[in-house]
């Protein structure tokens, strides 16, 4: 049964350094991977979906990494910020579902 | 705009009740989900449905039904045989385009049920 795992739970960090989150999931049979922001009491939004071929994807000032064979990916926001502040959700796209992480809660101070 | 809508956003069950959660999307998509969230946890999958008149069971199916008579609508019965049922519902929606499986998903705002 595939399980992500995503460390640390919450972050601290101030407003301008690099964020780095990780990922990890036990079984690399998976379609493509998937990070998500959440805000509190909301739904999830998707920030960047990678395939299971690709290396990595970017998106303004986000870029993921995917490495199959050791079952890690790693999202990087550069120069961070406030607005940045939130929760963090890796997923896995086995056969069947997505199967997701704990998330990270990061908290960005001004 | 296209979306997702849920419906309520927050919910009262009393013992041995049934409830119905709302989801409700306009983007024009075949594959719709259901996720059950607990605090400071990631989602785990309830229910899906690829298509209408069909739905599959995911991890955590036990105490909750569904139904999908219309492509546009999900709905979630979190029934009494549910013995825990205090979470945050999550309800998404994905094109089935290509490979469904290869598609985001777009989710909606979610509900939030309580026991009283």
């Known amino acids: 049964k595939q399980e992500v795992t995503q460390i640390p739970a919450a972050l601290s960090v101030p407003e301008g350094e690099n964020l780095v989150l990780n990922c990890s999931f036990t079984d690399s049979a998976i379609y493509n991977l998937q990070w998500f922001r959440q805000d509190p009491g909301k739904g999830l939004t998707s920030l960047l979906l990678?395939?299971?071929?690709?290396r990595e994807q970017t998106s303004g000032r986000l870029n993921a990494s995917l490495d199959k064979s050791s079952g890690r990916s790693t999202l990087y926001i550069a120069a961070s910020q406030p607005g940045d502040s939130a929760t963090y959700l890796c997923a896995v796209m086995g056969w069947r579902w997505l199967t997701f992480g704990g998330g990270t809660r990061v908290l960005v101070k001004p | 705009d296209g979306g997702i809508t849920q419906s309520p956003k927050y919910l009262f069950r009393k013992e041995g009740q049934n409830v119905t959660l709302s989801c409700e999307q306009n983007?024009?998509?075949?594959?719709m989900y259901w996720y059950r969230q607990d605090p400071g946890q990631g989602l785990r999958l309830i229910y899906y449905?690829?298509?209408?008149?069909?739905?599959q069971k995911g991890d955590i199916a036990e105490g909750y039904s569904v139904s999908r008579e219309k492509k546009e609508s999900f709905p979630l019965t979190v029934t009494s045989a549910q013995k825990n049922p205090t979470a945050f519902y999550l309800c998404?929606?994905?094109?089935?385009?290509?490979?469904?499986?290869?598609?985001?998903?777009?989710f909606g705002d979610g509900t939030r049920l309580s026991i009283l």
């Open positions: 983007l024009n998509h075949d594959a």
């Open positions: 990678i395939q299971s071929s690709q």
């Open positions: 449905s690829q298509i209408v008149n069909d739905f």
């Open positions: 998404a929606s994905s094109t089935s385009s290509g490979t469904a499986l290869n598609q985001p998903q777009h």
